[in-house]
């Protein structure tokens, strides 16, 4: 059962070829009649119900009822099959293509044999009275069946080469379509982003990181370059942790600083992640850096504002409670007195009164500072 769908899958297959429309197979054909000196040739597939007569010569039938096909019987061996006279041959006597107009009398038939040994049809030369084949005639059908098999084989290899080339085609263009999406959405990010192997060499780079290295280590970033030779000295250990950290598959977040002396201070945010195959192993490491350092400002402003307000709430609590309370005190004794108060009095209300202007100042001062901060702040956003 397996052979036999095994060789319907093949008859299928060969079932495509356009041969009706085939020079070389119609040459074929017409050479097997004037070999075998016959008025009907045929080069037909054997399905499971039907013979398909895909080239023929000497008659209109296109197709046949396997049951009554003399083919089938052609396809049980690896030589001709020769009926000299069917109706003298029990197994065609009553068929009705020999009892029928058609009136089938001479057969020869040699099967096409694939190169995996699959019978997949014949071809065969037919006569409406009974004949024979001479030795020679026989080897030039199963020659010519030999060379039908071998081109039919051969025409089913281009047409596989041929799609398998435009599928390849078509597998490229959508590659090269992937790896330019794939390399705008690389390049288009703002960070600094390279792709490293699993022994820290660099395997592709956006252009943030090749003008980045440029810019403060005045060297061209390449392939191949081994990445920690750029880094700050102080990083380097905390480097080489958090990435073999990556490797063995964890995902890494690092965020510092680094004084780049002439380039300024630059805060960070580093992180490590995985980048696998199809098959989830590991293959590198996608490495990561944002520069944060107006953010970082922005946060060091604010801790400052913070700083300021806090100040100023201590100094409302507490430092303005002091001069507040000798001037109250003066002024009632100063009223005690009925506004003729000694000279004292007056002198130490003056300098309680110097006392809070000065605090009164060092809050402005502040709230100037509070202000500025704010400003500035609300436009780096």
């Not at 699959?118 to 080897?139: A, E, F, R, Y």
């Amino acid at each position: 059962m397996a052979d036999t769908n095994i060789r319907l899958l093949a008859v299928e297959r060969f079932k495509t070829l356009e041969l009706e429309t085939d020079t070389e197979f119609r040459e074929l054909v017409q050479l097997a009649s004037e070999i075998c000196d016959t008025p009907i040739a045929l080069l037909s597939l054997i399905d499971k119900d039907t013979q398909w007569l895909k080239v023929k010569m000497g008659t209109d039938v296109r197709e046949l009822p396997r049951e009554i096909s003399f083919c089938t019987h052609t396809i049980l061996d690896d030589d001709l099959l020769i009926v000299r006279d069917a109706t003298k041959d029990e197994r065609f006597a009553n068929n009705p293509i020999v009892t029928g107009e058609l009136g089938i009398r001479f057969y020869a038939g040699a099967p096409l044999i694939t190169s995996d040994g699959l019978k997949i049809g014949g071809l065969c030369v037919i006569d409406t009275k009974p004949n024979d084949l001479t030795h020679h005639q026989q080897l030039m059908l199963k020659m010519l069946s030999k060379q039908a098999i071998d081109l039919m084989e051969y025409r089913i290899s281009k047409e596989l080469l041929e799609k398998n080339r435009k599928e390849l085609d078509k597998q490229k263009k959508v590659i090269k379509n992937a790896e330019i999406t794939l390399r705008s959405f690389f390049e288009s990010a703002p960070n600094f982003h390279v792709l490293l192997g699993r022994s820290g060499e660099v395997l592709d780079f956006n252009k943030v990181a090749y003008n980045f290295i440029k810019k403060v280590h005045n060297a061209d970033l390449q392939r191949g370059s081994m990445l920690v030779k750029f880094l700050a000295p102080d990083f380097v250990s905390k480097f080489i942790a958090g990435f073999n950290q990556a490797v063995k598959g964890e995902k890494v977040f690092e965020e510092g600083s680094t004084d780049y002396g002439a380039h300024g201070i630059i805060y960070w945010e580093a992180s490590f992640e995985t980048a696998r195959d199809t098959n989830n192993d590991i293959i590198g490491i996608s490495y990561i850096i944002r520069d944060v350092t107006d953010r970082k400002t922005r946060e060091h402003k604010i801790l400052a504002q913070n700083q300021s307000l806090l100040k100023i709430a201590h100094m409302q609590a507490h430092e303005f409670r002091a001069p507040l309370t000798t001037i109250n005190g003066m002024m009632d004794l100063i009223k005690a007195e009925d506004y003729q108060a000694p000279r004292e009095y007056f002198e130490l209300l003056e300098n309680a009164v110097k006392n809070l202007d000065s605090k009164i100042r060092e809050v402005v001062d502040n709230v100037d500072n509070i202000v500025l901060v704010g400003t500035e702040v609300y436009q780096a956003k």
